[in-house]
C-alpha cells in the first residue's frame, strides 16, 4: 500500500527509535518444584515432569523468542517468578537477552502473566478481577523507551471450557478499562495478550456462552465496536470515545489466526491500539507492521500447531506451544496514514467462482431466508444463488434484509460458505415464500442449487437417504436424537440442500419436519 509521507518528516525518521512488542501464550512453562498450587499433570516426580522436560520447554521457548526478537514480550501460562528467572537465563545465555521483568504476584495462583522487556520497567501494578479467587490479575507494567513512556496491560481472560460463561470475559473487560478510565489524558498504551474471544466475537459468540444478551467483553467493554461495524484504522485516528483498534484487522481474513481448537481456527491473542498511538506524537504504531510468528518448526508435518506434546498421560519432551505468537512495530517516528481499501460491490455468485477473498465484498439487499444458530442461509433474489454463513450470522435475523460486507469464504468438503462479516447494514424485512425452492424443483445433481432451501418435501427415510419421486439423495439430521425410524415417511418443511463431499439434505432441528407414518 501507498504511505503518504511528507518530505518535512525526514528529519523525524532518522532519529527515531523503533521497538517489536510481542504477546505469546507459552503453553504452561511449569518449574520442577512442588509447591501446591500445579495442575495434576505438571506436578514434579509425576507424569514424566522432570528437571529435564523443564530444560526442555525452556530451550524450545527461549528459540521462538530469539527468532522473533522482540524487544518487549507479554507471556502467559508462567507458573511464577522463579521459573521466569529461568528463562530470562536461559535467554541471556543463548544470546538474546533481556534484563527486566514483570510477572503478576497474586498468590495461590496456577499460572500468570509476565512480561520481559529490554527497555527498563518504571512502575508495575496489578488490576484485580473480583470474579472468583480464581481468576487471573490483569498485569500493568510501564516501560521507558527514549525518554518516553508506554504501558502496556498484559491479560489472560477466562477460556470458554468449564463454565466460561461471556459474563466471566466481560468482568475482565471491565476491571480493564476502569484502570484505563483512570489513566492521564494522552497516555500511550497497549492491550495484549490471550483475551480467549475472537476478533469479532460479539457476530461468533456461541448461545451456549452467551449469558450477557450479546454483550462481549473485547467488543463491547473495550470498544473495538461501533453500532454492529468494527473499529477501522480510520475510525480510530479521529477517535476521541475511548475505543481500541484490533490489530488483526490488518491481515487477510484467511490468515487472522493463531491457535487451533479441534481444527477451528481462533483469533484469541490480540494487541489493540488506542487513539493515542496513532496521534503522530510521541510513541505511534508503524502500520501494517502486525503479524504472527510462523516459523515452519511451529507446525508439525501435517500442519497442525507444534503444541507440547502431552499424551499417553506423560510428558513426551517435544513441542512448544498451542499457540502462535503475534507481533507488531511500534516507533517514536509519527504515524503514517495511507489509503483504506474499500469494499468491492459483487453479487452472491462471484463467492462461487473465487476460492478466497484479496478484498473484502460487499453484498447488497440480502434476505436472511434461514436462520439456525449462528448459521443462516441468505439470497438476493427468488431466482439466485443462496450461500451458507457459517457461525457468524449471531446477529442476523430470519426474514431481515441487510447489506453485508464479507471479508472471508471458504470451501468445506465442496460446501461454499461465508465465514466472516465484518459490516452488517439492517435494510428491513422481507416476504420469504419466493425465495424458497418447491419439491419439483430438487435435483441432487445440480450444483446450482448448492445451499437452496428446500421446503415442503414429503418421502420415505430408509437408511440415511432420502427417498422422494425419481430423487435418491443422503440426508444428515443435525441432531442424531431426531433421526427418524427406517420406513418413516416424512413431510421436510425446511431443508438445505448442502454439500460433504457431495449433495445432501440437512435438516436443522425437530420443528423442521413431520413424521407422517412408517
Not at 460458505?417 to 419466493?434: A, F
Request: aromatic residues 10%.
Amino acid at each position: 500500500m501507498i504511505r503518504l509521507l511528507l518530505c518535512s518528516l525526514f528529519p523525524c525518521f532518522l532519529l527515531a527509535i523503533e521497538f517489536k512488542v510481542a504477546s505469546y501464550n507459552v503453553e504452561n512453562l511449569f518449574d520442577a518444584l512442588k509447591n501446591g498450587t500445579e495442575y495434576k499433570d505438571y506436578i514434579p516426580g509425576k507424569h514424566n515432569w522432570s528437571k529435564r522436560m523443564v530444560d526442555i520447554k525452556l530451550t524450545n521457548i527461549s528459540e521462538v523468542l530469539c527468532d522473533m526478537n522482540a524487544d518487549i514480550v507479554a507471556l502467559q501460562e508462567i507458573e511464577n517468578e522463579g521459573v521466569l528467572i529461568q528463562l530470562q537465563k536461559r535467554l541471556k545465555r543463548v544470546g538474546c537477552a533481556y534484563p527486566y521483568r514483570s510477572i503478576v504476584r497474586k498468590k495461590k495462583t496456577t499460572i500468570r502473566v509476565a512480561i520481559l522487556s529490554r527497555f527498563a520497567i518504571v512502575d508495575e501494578r496489578e488490576i484485580q478481577v473480583n470474579y472468583s479467587k480464581r481468576d487471573r490479575n490483569i498485569l500493568e507494567t510501564t516501560v521507558e523507551i527514549d525518554g518516553q513512556t508506554l504501558t502496556l496491560f498484559a491479560n489472560h481472560w477466562k477460556a470458554k471450557s468449564r463454565s466460561g460463561y461471556e459474563s466471566r470475559r466481560v468482568n475482565y473487560a471491565r476491571a480493564l478499562m476502569k484502570r484505563i478510565d483512570k489513566l492521564p489524558k494522552n497516555r500511550e498504551y497497549l492491550i495484549v495478550g490471550d483475551l480467549n474471544a475472537h476478533y469479532d466475537e460479539y457476530r461468533v459468540l456461541s448461545k451456549r456462552l452467551n449469558d450477557t444478551k450479546g454483550k462481549t467483553g473485547i467488543n463491547h467493554i473495550l470498544k473495538t465496536i461501533k453500532g454492529e461495524d468494527l473499529v477501522t484504522e480510520e475510525l480510530i485516528q479521529r477517535d476521541r470515545e475511548g475505543r481500541h483498534f484490533n490489530l488483526w484487522l490488518e491481515l487477510a481474513p484467511a490468515k487472522r489466526w493463531s491457535h487451533k481448537y479441534y481444527g477451528h481456527r481462533g483469533s484469541i491473542d490480540h494487541i489493540l491500539i488506542p487513539q493515542t498511538l496513532v496521534d503522530r506524537r510521541g510513541i505511534d504504531y508503524v502500520n501494517n507492521s502486525f503479524g504472527v510468528f510462523r516459523a515452519p518448526y511451529l507446525f508439525t508435518r501435517e500442519g497442525w500447531i507444534n503444541g507440547w506434546v502431552y499424551s499417553g498421560s506423560k510428558h513426551k519432551g517435544k513441542g512448544y506451544s498451542d499457540h502462535l505468537p503475534i507481533y507488531a512495530s511500534f516507533s517514536t517516528a509519527p504515524y503514517l496514514a495511507e489509503k483504506v481499501k474499500k469494499a468491492q460491490l459483487q453479487k452472491i455468485e462471484y463467492l462461487y467462482q473465487v476460492e478466497q477473498l484479496s478484498h473484502p465484498v460487499k453484498l447488497e439487499n440480502c434476505i436472511v431466508i434461514m436462520k439456525r444458530g449462528s448459521n443462516a442461509i441468505i439470497k438476493q433474489s427468488p431466482k439466485g444463488k443462496a450461500i451458507y454463513i457459517y457461525a457468524a450470522a449471531a446477529g442476523l435475523e430470519e426474514g431481515q434484509r441487510y447489506d453485508l460486507t464479507v471479508s472471508e469464504i471458504a470451501t468445506y468438503n465442496g460446501l461454499k460458505e461465508i465465514m466472516r462479516i465484518e459490516q452488517v447494514k439492517k435494510l428491513g424485512s422481507s416476504t420469504l415464500e419466493p425465495y424458497y425452492m418447491q419439491p419439483e424443483e430438487l435435483d441432487s445433481q445440480d450444483p446450482l442449487l448448492q445451499n437452496q432451501v428446500f421446503v415442503n418435501l414429503i418421502g420415505v427415510y430408509h437408511n440415511n437417504y432420502f427417498e422422494t419421486g425419481d430423487e435418491r439423495i443422503p440426508i444428515y439430521f443435525k441432531k442424531k436424537r431426531n433421526r427418524p425410524a427406517n420406513g418413516s415417511k416424512l413431510k421436510i418443511f425446511y431443508a438445505h440442500l448442502g454439500y460433504y463431499r457431495k449433495a445432501q439434505l440437512i435438516v436443522y432441528d425437530r420443528k423442521d419436519f413431520q413424521e407422517m407414518e412408517k
